[in-house]
């Protein structure tokens, strides 16, 4: 499966857990300008072959790619937190041979999108254009595999934090990580096993940050409406 990081600024974290892994990785500079992320993967897509993408700040644990690898349908992803959430977006995300080979002009049907205030081609609308495209014209959705990757961008960090509804006890991120919600606490049984982490070399262990895959930080995340720990029983 072809491996492809597009990126503005490549961070650390991401290059190291690909480097862990002995595959060949294609890095592709787009910071030049707001349009370069949608014209390589219309290249890539009008090339027919099925390819990965991991974008710039997401770091895959040990065995995240070749899950993706082995999932049979078309289009397949991993979630990553996302400002308020776990989704599976563009950062980690497989695209199948048969896909691009059955569905050729895929990239070329984001042109044609009713004009939503943005840009044509803007990078920060890709994601969304092409999952649109996607579940409306091809009509298939996205296969989603857990545990979720990490996501280093700072913009979408976690605010706040994560207690069980139950017992209001804190719940690990790495629990977090591991399922959906409603996320398992220590009266639901025994807890999940670890996500495989791999170890990094000892020149490469000073650029792994804290939000690694070995992360245990303890959040919560709290009722906009309540003021209680989410997901909390009083409907909004």
Not at 112 to 131: A, F, H, I, K, Q
């Amino acid at each position: 499966m072809r491996i492809v990081v597009p990126y503005a600024r490549l961070w650390p974290e991401t290059k190291a857990a690909l480097d862990a892994t002995g595959r060949e990785v294609e890095y592709f500079y787009v910071g030049g300008s707001p349009t370069a992320y949608h014209e390589l993967l219309l290249d890539i897509w009008h090339q027919g072959e099925g390819f990965l993408v991991v974008e710039q700040d997401v770091v895959p644990y040990v065995g995240a790619i070749e899950e993706l690898e082995q999932c049979p349908e078309p289009w397949a992803g991993k979630p990553y937190w996302i400002g308020s959430g776990f989704y599976a977006y563009l950062g980690f995300t497989r695209f199948s041979d048969t896909l691009l080979r059955e569905h050729p002009g895929v990239m070329d049907a984001l042109d044609s999108l009713r004009d939503d205030g943005t840009p044509r081609r803007y990078w920060g609308r890709v994601d969304t254009r092409l999952g649109q495209v996607l579940n409306d014209q091809v009509g298939i959705s996205i296969c989603t595999h857990w545990p979720a990757v990490e996501h280093l961008n700072p913009d979408k960090a976690l605010k706040g934090g994560i207690n069980c509804s139950l017992c209001g006890e804190p719940i690990a991120w790495e629990t977090a990580k591991r399922t959906p919600p409603p996320w398992p606490c220590e009266h639901d049984g025994p807890p999940l096993p670890d996500i495989p982490r791999r170890e990094l070399a000892p020149q490469q262990e000073q650029t792994v940050s804290v939000a690694d895959v070995n992360d245990t930080r303890v959040v919560t995340i709290n009722c906009v409406y309540c003021g209680g720990p989410w997901p909390c029983g009083c409907n909004g």
